[in-house]
């Protein structure tokens, strides 16, 4: 696909043709027209079509499943091709990418995510996971309050002073450039298993770990619940989450990655035409609050969240002309002829079509939008990230503008 034409304005590209075609269990693609615009509708992926590498089992609100980027990975690029996610979250698609022999490209304004995925482009060894726990002080002083009130929501002291030894040294090597992979890689597993819902997590019974949720709710919880922190072997959790995510093993080889912490409204490390296809998924309007859900995790890692300006729009207005700014810099970075496959969410109860704004963000960018594909999905526990279980906030479908790069501006559809 890589060598394909960019497309004349207002035509349809092959893939599109492709997706007409589309069929699975549930039969040929639905094909109808919105706006001018065909709209495809099938059950394109699932998560039980093919089993994903274990290695993308990281928790993190509003990802997508790796299923999602390997369909358009698969037949829009070929081995050592760079595909990107400016708005990556934990790397669903560029770990995929990794995995398929391509060049994974991603940013996110959370220094988070580049934590989160990194280390499981190039993992370490189990048996060196477990000597350098070994290396590592057992205990150091615990946090001051009224910090300290807090995490003893979620805490015991023995779980803390653990976590106090090992958060320590990752904020004093990497500040000193001297945070190797296996440190890298232990930080990203205690970012994982910080709180959540079973005993495979250090906190006390909580929300799942992409719902992480504020000290005073855990109060509510832990009262009404009559619990209290329990003492966790930390060091076997770490171990038992690294066995798991490295039980498929890991990427192949691959290019080099390139990761950065910017706005993907101005993400200049990526350079200009470098990408070949790009999968992503922005923040919608304002359904998910990143700044309080990953509190735990930026206090473990020593990131001021306060200092991340993480994108929340209240109006469709605003947020259609961050997904522009957005939209300009994907363009710029894309090759011509090469794809964008832009996800959005029903928000709103189906109020708000996301996909309406996108399309016209894309107006007077070199981008020609092709299509509109809604993946209808039978749901499982991933889905619930999108807020799908109790359909309040959040998105029922997985509703993707697909664009290509063009050499001139497009006009805008509608
Ligand atoms: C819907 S999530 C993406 C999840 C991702 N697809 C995955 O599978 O993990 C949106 C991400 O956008 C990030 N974000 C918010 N504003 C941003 C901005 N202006 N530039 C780049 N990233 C931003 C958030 O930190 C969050 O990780």
């Not at 930080?187 to 949720?213: D, E, I, K």
């Not at 060091?235 to 912490?261: C, E, F, Q, V, W």
Request: proline share 9%.
């Amino acid at each position: 696909m890589s060598e394909a034409p960019a497309p004349a304005q207002g035509t349809v590209s092959g893939f599109a043709d492709g997706l007409g075609a589309f069929e699975y269990r549930n039969g040929r693609t639905e094909v109808t027209e919105r706006n001018g615009l065909p709209c495809f509708t099938n059950e394109f992926w699932t998560s039980g079509q093919r089993k994903a590498s274990r290695l993308h089992e990281v928790s993190y609100r509003a990802c997508f499943k790796p299923q999602l980027p390997a369909f358009f990975i698969e037949r829009l690029t070929r081995p050592g091709d760079a595909v990107y996610d400016p708005f990556m979250g934990r790397g669903t698609t560029p770990l995929q990418a990794a995995l398929t022999g391509r060049r994974p490209v991603g940013c996110d304004i959370n220094p988070l995510s580049a934590m989160l995925l990194a280390p499981r482009l190039a993992p370490p060894l189990l048996e060196e996971i477990a000597a350098r726990l070994v290396e590592i002080p057992l205990s150091a002083p615990l946090p001051e309050e009224p910090l300290l009130g807090d995490l003893r929501v979620f805490f015991h002291d023995s779980v803390l002073a653990r976590l106090a030894a090992l958060r320590a040294r990752f904020i004093e090597r990497d500040r000193a450039g001297a945070l190797d992979s296996v440190d890298e890689w232990l930080r990203m597993v205690c970012l994982n298993r910080l709180t959540g819902h079973s005993p495979g997590f250090f906190s006390v019974y909580t929300m799942p770990p992409n719902q992480a949720v504020a000290a005073g709710r855990q109060r509510l919880i832990n009262a009404k619940r009559g619990q209290a922190p329990p003492p966790r072997d930390v060091d076997a959790l770490i171990l038992r989450k690294s066995r798991s995510l490295l039980s498929t093993g890991g990427p192949p080889p691959h290019p080099p990655a390139l990761l950065g912490t910017a706005p993907a409204e101005n993400a200049a490390f990526v350079a200009d035409g470098s990408v070949d296809l790009t999968v992503t998924s922005p923040p919608f309007l304002d359904v998910v609050d990143y700044r309080t859900d990953n509190w735990l995790r930026c206090w473990f890692a020593g990131i001021d969240r306060e200092a991340v300006p993480i994108a929340a729009h209240r109006t469709p207005e605003a947020w259609r002309a961050f997904v522009h700014a957005s939209l300009r810099d994907i363009a710029r970075t894309l090759r011509p002829g090469g794809f964008l496959a832009f996800e959005v969410g029903e928000v709103r109860g189906g109020k708000v079509l996301l996909e309406d704004h996108v399309v016209a963000a894309a107006g007077g960018l070199p981008l020609a939008v092709e299509g509109v594909m809604v993946n209808r999905q039978s749901f499982t526990k991933t889905a619930n990230c999108w807020g799908v279980a109790n359909n309040r906030k959040g998105t029922n479908t997985n509703r993707i503008v697909l664009m290509r790069k063009t050499h001139r501006p497009e006009p805008a559809l509608h």
